[in-house]
């Protein structure tokens, strides 16, 4: 009895250990990540329209608001996905709730009203065509459904359902970071077209993160 009893507590430790090991690893990739998308925002500051990603977008830079549409998008990415993050801990989550509800608002009104919105709109003249277009403009429109499902089921007190759609939301938050990470990773290793890789990335920057999304919201309820 006792043999097992310490054999068990010994697979507890092992697990607890592994889990905070992964959590480390995850958050250090996250917070590398992140850095890469704050230095691409700070050089569009201040304001330049022939700088980075912007220099083969000239030919429009003419359309109705695409500029300024373009900068609300850069500059609302990184308070999302800094607001997002701050939802997943336990912390925020029970014992300091004011924090969680706070951040969740800040969250939900820049994704609703700025993020996903202008994502829309500059997802319309995407480079490489109708299917980087179709990708970029779907990825906006999923990321404000599933951000306004999550608001509504919170009101509605159905928390499971929130914390499920928010999961959904952040995953798509998160492809701001991952289409860039895929992006080096594809040119590094096989030195596609530059269009091409743009094509691919369109999609694997957030389909991908979609089902893995999908698979942690099933561990987490697995009878439902």
């Known amino acids: 009895m006792k043999d097992n009893i310490s054999t068990f507590v010994k697979l507890s430790k092992t697990k607890f250990v592994a889990k905070v090991i992964l959590n480390i690893v995850l958050i250090s990739i996250l917070g590398l990540f992140f850095m890469l998308l704050v230095q691409i925002t700070l050089q569009y500051i201040p304001f330049d329209s022939d700088v980075a990603f912007l220099r083969i977008k000239q030919s429009y830079l003419s359309k109705p608001f695409y500029l300024s549409l373009f900068y609300v998008h850069v500059y609302s990415a990184i308070f999302s996905v800094l607001a997002g993050f701050t939802q997943f801990f336990k ?54 459904i599933f951000t306004a499902l999550a608001l509504y089921f919170a009101l509605r007190k159905n928390y499971i359902q929130h914390k499920n759609f928010m999961i959904r939301s952040f995953a798509l938050t998160l492809s701001a970071i991952t289409l860039r990470a895929w992006k080096y990773l594809i040119v590094y290793w096989l030195h596609p077209k530059p ?13 991908l993160n979609l089902l893995v999304a999908e698979i942690i919201i099933y561990k987490l309820n697995p009878k439902k």
Do not use: C, E
């Open 91 to 144: 912390a925020f989550q029970v014992k300091y709730k004011f924090v969680h509800r706070y951040l969740g608002w800040f969250y939900v009104l820049i994704v609703l009203l700025l993020a996903a919105p202008s994502g829309f709109y500059i997802g319309i003249y995407a480079n490489g065509g109708l299917s980087s277009q179709t990708s970029f403009v779907l990825l906006s429109i999923l990321w404000f």
């Open 195 to 207: 269009m091409d890789v743009y094509v691919v990335v369109a999609w694997l920057g957030w389909v």
